[in-house]
């Protein structure tokens, strides 16, 4: 299964959310294969960080070498989580910012029957890169925050699919990022309010899965501090874990609060 991360709004957890639902699937026991096309490359720093000589690396194995080359095989590394493969991004994207959107899908299709799921990381635009990554998504998300410019962007995003690759638009879901729960039952609040806007507009509303509002994702990546469903060290931290464990859950076909299927730590 290919899974793409996709938001024309930075900010908004994208790369969070693919760093942790990696992870989580990870933890699982899936093999899990990480394409980063985001330049910024927040996931490729996470899953590159102490790999021996991983400079010099980079510079043979990356995804622009994988576009231009055509080969999957040879710009995939072993990264420093366990069951999990990383394509890094490259500084050299926008060089084939033209390329055409069959190419990552053509690419990736020859090797991804060796990994159970593939998470693409994408950058906060529409480009031929993003098209590239919903053309070859099984499942895309777009993590939203609750503001009029996620309304806009993510209206946008949808008026792009609709006109160039229809055929994804039953793949795509928007998900609620930085929920707040203290809130959701609060009719008047800004985040109801966004919440009811949401709906008006757009009828593909990921429905079971709110990932919270937390530092607890920053600590993750920055400090390595893991996420347990039953941390009594931080709420926060606790409802990250469920909201990932859900998402996985989806993703490996399971009810959303089947805590069975849940990981603990990870």
Avoid at 23 to 39: E, H, S
Avoid at 74 to 101: G, H, Q, V
Avoid at 166 to 177: Q, R, T, V
Avoid at 236 to 265: C, F, P
């Amino acid at each position: 299964m290919v899974i793409s991360n996709v938001s024309m709004k930075g900010g908004v957890g994208k790369s969070a959310q693919t760093i942790l639902l990696a992870c989580n699937l990870a933890a699982r026991g899936k093999k899990v294969w990480v394409i980063d096309l985001d330049p910024n490359n927040s996931s490729s720093l996470f899953f590159s960080l102490g790999i021996k000589n991983i400079q010099e690396i980079n510079l043979e194995k990356n995804v622009f070498k994988l576009l231009m080359d055509r080969n999957a095989e040879n710009n995939i590394i072993p990264s420093n989580k366990e069951n999990i493969w990383l394509t890094t991004s490259s500084i050299r994207l926008p060089d084939l910012r033209s390329i055409d959107y069959h190419v990552l899908n053509n690419t990736i299709s020859k090797v991804k029957d060796n990994y159970d799921f593939v998470i693409i990381d994408t950058p906060p635009t529409y480009d031929n890169h993003v098209m590239s990554a919903i053309f070859a998504a099984d499942i895309i998300f777009t993590p939203v925050e609750f503001n009029q410019d996620n309304i806009n962007t993510a209206r946008y995003l949808r008026e792009k699919i609709m006109e160039e690759l229809p055929e994804k638009y039953s793949c795509w879901y928007i998900n609620y990022a930085r929920w707040e729960s203290q809130w959701e039952n609060i009719g008047n609040s800004t985040q109801s309010q966004f919440v009811n806007a949401f709906e008006e507009v757009f009828e593909n509303i990921l429905d079971g899965v709110k990932i919270p509002s937390t530092t607890a994702a920053k600590a993750y990546i920055n400090f390595g501090e893991k996420l347990n469903i039953n941390s009594k060290k931080t709420m926060g931290n606790k409802k990250l874990a469920i909201a990932i464990n859900q998402l996985a859950n989806l993703l490996i076909g399971a009810e959303v609060n089947d805590t069975s299927k849940y990981v603990e730590t990870f």
